[in-house]
Structures are given as structure tokens and as C-alpha cells.
């Protein structure tokens, strides 16, 4: 059975999934192509007659080994496009709705994560089947375009951050047209996992945005390199390995001439530079939002500070052991003595690269702290904490607090259900909740959650959560205990995990060893 729908660019036939009516890969923006690569997205063009909307779109393009650094066997194309072709021609989103009826429903709107290198809206980790039955909202998940086409920064482009633009224009199609497929335009929440809650985080902090959404869920967010230095340096490692001259209107026109397969190898070689070099994740992407004095007029963190969100509700939080996921991409991690630790910690904390002496601090800390909970304190086991908070950790506690004082409904959350995956080596790792979030258990970061009774129990209360929030601004629901927000003073935090409950400033004592640094 199909359904269709009329929106003021043409209508559109969707298609009937589990009693939700399910329409994919509809454009919100003319593909970035030609002239258009490299510029802001413009609005889609219309067209006569019915528009098949029952398949997704092409990913966007990311790489031709995008994901080859994982395992296979465990993380082969799970955050990458899986088996959907890539292309320019991209920019779609896709609604799971339980009806197109007018009903002014709630909208909830994904931001994929992959460290702005890898990733869809369209992967099945996010079919939003559950997740809209289960509260009876409309649920969007966009793609935007990733890494070298999203977020390569130079002068002569005249523009930047075309990978945050993107999600802003999905946001105003959504207040354009979503009304049509049953969803209320002044019920918006953005919601992501790493570099989709990245991406939350700097919409939030992007003037363009301002009135497009009403609530936000920011899952794992984490600090990158924003600042101008870090990305010329890398759009000049792009234009050397193009042999192009730097930053002229002549340069602008050769990028949007060159095949997007030369991108892409540049953007791979750059890549691997960086992994040999030892960065990992989003880090070893050299790609990020970046602070342009125009989409992203500073940090996120300093303009929410600044009370740029003051009206929107913030529900965020952390994996336990999120870095852990990165060590089983890379299995020497594991393997650390108490030299290498040192050494990788000079390249993540902040001036332990000029002294060796800061690292040697942070390592006794960590260490002093494990063994009084009695956690092993192995160089691995203290790396993989320590990246953890330096990444994510401490720079969601620093966003929480800065939203805090501007706005009383922000919710934390700390996710701790320990994969058993690995001998466990996965801990709590990162990605984890997301089958826990859309309640889907047959992909293999399922697999890797655990199913079983006690991760539906913790399913059903964190949908519930995240629906909750996203009708009224505030998580709680009879499924869980009562929610504390988060202040500065007391820093309550919802533990998500086999057993949940509010806990005051949980591992304090790591947020105020990297306060000592600031």
C-alpha cells in the first residue's frame, strides 16, 4: 500500500512499513554539483507528477575504503554507507510517520554521526520504525555532506561549513513541509551521536538556525579541531596533494572541476597520514566545523556560554568507555606500556606536548582514581579513560554547564551498559546506545550491545526518555527514576545502564583534573 503526499515541490509516493507510512530519499536541496559544490545548498527544485519516494538516495561520497581501518569481522561498514551507492547527488531526507493526517505530531530530526568522513541517514541502525510507533511521532534523518566536501575551509571558496549549512537546510524544509506528513513544525528536536551530536552542538550555536528547531539531544558530542590554523592546514595538505595553488578564484573553479574520485583520494591519503601518525576517529579525519566568523561565529561552547540557546531545552551525555570502540579498530591500543602511554598523551592533552610532566600528572590521577574503585589501572586501561574524557568527557560536562546557566531543563545522561563483545574489551563503548535510542536489535553494533530482556528493559526507558523530551522538554517518564536536571552546583546525571538512577557529579574527579588545565 502506498501513500501520497503533496508538498509545495511536487507530490510524493511513499510506501507502508510496520503501519507507519515511510517516505525516503526526498531532496531538500539541489544537488551540490557542478557549481554548486562548494557553496551553500540551494532549495530543490520542483516536479510534475508523482516523485517515487520508496528508496533511499546515494550516501554521500566517503571515500573508496571508507571504514577499511575496521575489522571486518566486527565493524565492517556499520558507520559507513553500507550497501547504498555514494554520490554528489545527495542531499535527501527520509520520514517515518504514523500518518499523513494533519495530526501535528512531535518531529524528531537524526544527524547521523562518522566523524563528518562516513555515515547516512539512510543506514538501517536508524530505521525509525520503533522509535516513531512507539511514541507516535515523526521521525527525519538526513544525510549532509562529509569531510572533504563538506568541510574543506579556504578563503577563495567564499564560504565554509557546508556540512552544518546542510542540516540547517533540512530544518527549514522541515518547517516548510512536514506539516503535510503529519508533524508539527513548532515541535522540532534535533538529535545525534558523535558527529551528528557535534553537529547538534554547532547548530545550536549557528545564527542561521535560530527558530528552525525547539529542543535538542546531543549524544556524545565531543571536542574537535575548530579553530581556522587546524583547518588551513589541512585544506593546504588537500591543495598539495591536487598540485594546486593556494587560495584563488582560479583555485575555487579547479576544485569544483576536479572528478569527486580525486577528492576522495586525497582525502584518503590525508587520512592515513594521520592515522600513522596515531589519531583515531573523527581525529585522523583532518575534516570539522570549523569557526568562519559567519555559519560559526565562534565555538559552540563559548556562544552556548553565551546564551545563544537560552530557549532550548539540552538533554546530553557520554559512554562510559567510549575510546574502547577505537581500540578494537586498533588493536596495538591495547597492547600499551607505561612509555607509550606518555607518548600518546602528549598528543591529547593540553601541554603535555611541551611537558612531559603534565602527562606523567594525568596518569597518576587516573591510576590513583581506578584502583580506589578497584578498575584496572593498566597503561591501556588508563589510556582508554583518559582519551575518553579528553575527547568526550570533559567537553560535554563544559557544554552542560554552559547550557545550565542559561537554561534550567538540561538533562545528563552517563550510558554504562558494558558490552560483553571482545571478552568485554568494549566496555561502554562509543556508538553504543544507539540501538538502545531506535530500539533496533538486528545489525551488528546490536549484536555488540548484547540483546536480551535487561537491554530491552533499558531500551524501553531510554526511548521513552528521548520521547518524553522531545513532546515537553523534559525526560522523565514512569519507566525510570525521576531525572534530575543538571546544574553546576550539583551536577546530577541520569546512569543509563543495567541499573539506572541519579547520580550527583559521578567521576568528579577526572572533570576537575582537566578544569586544571583550562
Not at 60 to 66: F, H, I, L, S
Not at 226 to 242: G, H, M, W
Request: with cysteine.
Amino acid at each position: 500500500m502506498s501513500t501520497i503526499v503533496e508538498t509545495s515541490y511536487g507530490k510524493l509516493e511513499g510506501v507502508e512499513q510496520d503501519g507507519l507510512a515511510v517516505f525516503r530519499g526526498i531532496p531538500f536541496a539541489q544537488p551540490p554539483v557542478g557549481k554548486l559544490r562548494y557553496r551553500a545548498p540551494q532549495h530543490a527544485e520542483r516536479w510534475d507528477g508523482v516523485r517515487d519516494a520508496t528508496q533511499f538516495g546515494p550516501a554521500c561520497p566517503q571515500g573508496p575504503r571508507a571504514g577499511a581501518e575496521q575489522p571486518a569481522s566486527v565493524f565492517g561498514g556499520m558507520f559507513a554507507q553500507g550497501e547504498l551507492e555514494t554520490s554528489e547527488v545527495c542531499l535527501t531526507l527520509s520520514v517515518w510517520t504514523p500518518g499523513a493526517d494533519g495530526a501535528q505530531r512531535p518531529v524528531m530530526v537524526w544527524i547521523h554521526g562518522g566523524g563528518f568522513r562516513t555515515g547516512t541517514g539512510s543506514s538501517p541502525m536508524y530505521d525509525a520504525v520503533r522509535l516513531a510507533t512507539r511514541g507516535d511521532v515523526v521521525v527525519v534523518t538526513i544525510n549532509y555532506r562529509l569531510a572533504i566536501f563538506g568541510f574543506l575551509h579556504l578563503a577563495s571558496l567564499e564560504g565554509a561549513n557546508f556540512g552544518i549549512l546542510d542540516p540547517v537546510a533540512a530544518l527549514e524544509w522541515v518547517r516548510d513541509e512536514i506539516a503535510a506528513f503529519g508533524g508539527d513544525p513548532d515541535q522540532v528536536t534535533i538529535f545525534g551521536e558523535s558527529a551528528g551530536a557535534k553537529s547538534v552542538e554547532t547548530v545550536l550555536a549557528t545564527p542561521a538556525s535560530k527558530g528552525l528547531y525547539h529542543r535538542a539531544i546531543a549524544q556524545s558530542t565531543y571536542r574537535a579541531a575548530i579553530e581556522p590554523e587546524a583547518a588551513a592546514l589541512t585544506a593546504s595538505k588537500v591543495l598539495a596533494r591536487l598540485e594546486l595553488d593556494a587560495g584563488d578564484a582560479e583555485t575555487a573553479e579547479a576544485l569544483r572541476a576536479i572528478p569527486g574520485e580525486r577528492l576522495l583520494e586525497a582525502q584518503q591519503l590525508i587520512q592515513e597520514e594521520a592515522m600513522a601518525a596515531g589519531l583515531t576517529g573523527g581525529a585522523a579525519s583532518g575534516f570539522a566545523p570549523v569557526i568562519d566568523g559567519d555559519v560559526l561565529p565562534e565555538r559552540p561552547v563559548d556562544a552556548i556560554a553565551g546564551g545563544i540557546a537560552r530557549d532550548v531545552p539540552l538533554l546530553l551525555g557520554t559512554n562510559l568507555d567510549e575510546s574502547k570502540l577505537f581500540g578494537a579498530m586498533m588493536p596495538a591500543l591495547r597492547e600499551l606500556d607505561e612509555a607509550g602511554l606518555v607518548q600518546r598523551l602528549t598528543a591529547v592533552i593540553p601541554g603535555a606536548d611541551r611537558d612531559e610532566a603534565v602527562a606523567r600528572r594525568a596518569v597518576d590521577a587516573y591510576r590513583a582514581a581506578r584502583e580506589a574503585r578497584g578498575e584496572p589501572a593498566g597503561p591501556s586501561d588508563i589510556w582508554f579513560a583518559i582519551s575518553t574524557d579528553s575527547t568526550f568527557g570533559y567537553h560535554s560536562s563544559r557544554v552542560a554547564g554552559a547550557q545550565s546557566a542559561r537554561q534550567e531543563r538540561t538533562y545528563k545522561y552517563l550510558f554504562t551498559w558494558q558490552s560483553e563483545a571482545l571478552d568485554g574489551a568494549l566496555g561502554a563503548c562509543h556508538a553504543l546506545e544507539l540501538p538502545f535510542v531506535f530500539d533496533n536489535w538486528d545489525n551488528p553494533l546490536a549484536e555488540i550491545a548484547g540483546p536480551g530482556a535487561k537491554a530491552s528493559a533499558l531500551a524501553r526507558g531510554m526511548q521513552d526518555a528521548w520521547l518524553a523530551f522531545a513532546k515537553t522538554g523534559d525526560p522523565n517518564h514512569e519507566g525510570l527514576p525521576a531525572w534530575d536536571r543538571f546544574d553546576a552546583e550539583t551536577r546530577g546525571t541520569m546512569i543509563l545502564g543495567e541499573r539506572c538512577g541519579m547520580q550527583s557529579a559521578p567521576l568528579e574527579e577526572k572533570r576537575l583534573f582537566w578544569a586544571s588545565l583550562s
